[in-house]
């Protein structure tokens, strides 16, 4: 019997070293497979890695060279600095002669415009637009005077002479205040001044002048001791003299852009004629009309070409007589 044990347990112990070694052989084989798998996707990421840096690098020599086609052979023989070196450049003057400045970078020019509207705070030309007609306005209508307002600070940050803006009325429960928020990126920066206050409460009664198509008095230059007021009012249905009659409530003075002046009716198939601009139209007009001291560039330019009139030329006769004026 011993030798019957002896046996049996011989073979259970070759049994046990068999398995384990089968064990062995196994874990082997899948940490082979495993490290094959691993090896794979990372030669699969490196080479994707190798593909987006030659991509980038390439995409670099294009758009070197594209500056280096635009700027002409000064930007193509600069150094490895990492600013741009400063270009000449000429520009006309207002007078018709030229003068030399230089190309400023972006960053530059950013903080020129800064440097510009903050001075504009101080001693620029003031411009109010009276925002208390907005509960007349559908949605559609305070969505079209947000964008209104969005182009009317473009053209004031573009230009060499930009006004002082003041935004009145306008308050931050507003859906119009909560449409700029929405649709104007950076309204919330600004550079001008956005107040609950009314016009009369910001400035005196005789320094007002509010602009109104259905004014008598034109306006014949612009005075930097006045405030020149748009309504800001945005209306399809049409209704009459909204922006006279809040003038009259704020017993200011009045005057109209001079339209009748410089400007002749042009027939159309509709036969139709208005003198009715956007807010932003006007103040372009009066923009340009700083820049050049000419009505007639200024309407020429910016009045719209589908209102149905034309500036007329120096020697037409067929303009009406001249209406009282307003300095």
């Known amino acids: 019997m011993n030798e019957v044990d002896g ?9 046990i070293d068999l398995g384990e070694e089968g064990e062995e052989d196994r874990g082997a084989r899948t940490d082979g497979l495993c490290s094959k798998n691993v090896l794979r996707k990372q030669r699969h990421w490196q ?3 190798a593909a987006k840096k030659t991509k980038r690098k390439e995409e670099k020599r294009r758009r070197k060279q594209k500056r280096g086609h635009q700027t002409g052979p000064e930007q193509n023989t ?3 600095s990492i600013l741009r070196p400063v270009v000449a450049r000429i520009s006309v003057s207002p007078a018709g002669g030229s003068e030399e400045r230089p190309r400023l970078t972006k960053w530059e020019m950013k903080a020129e415009t800064r440097e510009r509207l903050a001075e504009a705070q101080s001693s620029g030309l003031r411009l109010c637009v009276d925002l208390s007609l907005t509960h007349l ?3 559609k209508e305070v969505s079209r005077l ?3 307002l969005r182009r009317l600070y473009g053209s004031n940050r573009r230009t060499r002479q930009p006004f002082h803006l003041i935004l009145a009325d306008l308050r931050e429960d507003s859906r ?10 950076g309204f919330l920066n600004y550079t001008m001044d956005v107040t609950e206050d009314g016009c009369l409460d910001l400035f005196a009664p005789e320094s007002i002048v509010y602009l109104t198509p259905d004014a008598e008095q034109v306006l014949e230059t612009l005075d930097p001791d006045k405030v020149y007021v748009l309504g800001g009012l945005v209306d399809e249905s049409v209704q009459k003299k909204l922006s006279l009659s809040r003038a009259a409530e704020l017993s200011v003075r009045t005057a109209r852009l001079p339209i009748d002046e410089y400007m002749r009716k042009r027939d159309n198939a509709k036969n139709f004629h208005s003198k009715i601009l956007a807010i932003n139209q006007v103040f372009d007009i009066l923009l340009t009309f700083c820049e050049t001291g000419s009505w007639t560039d200024a309407l020429r ?7 149905g009139y034309v500036v007329a030329l120096d020697d037409d006769t067929s303009l009406p007589p001249a209406s009282p004026t307003l300095t």
């Open 7 to 15: 046996v049996s347990e011989g073979m259970e112990l070759l049994l």
């Open 78 to 80: 600069r150094g490895p």
């Open 176 to 185: 119009l205040y909560r449409e700029c928020v929405r649709m104007n990126a």
């Open 146 to 148: 947000a964008g209104q």
């Open 301 to 307: 330019t910016w009045f719209p070409p589908g209102k």
């Open 137 to 139: 306005m559908s949605d």
């Open 47 to 49: 080479r994707r890695l």
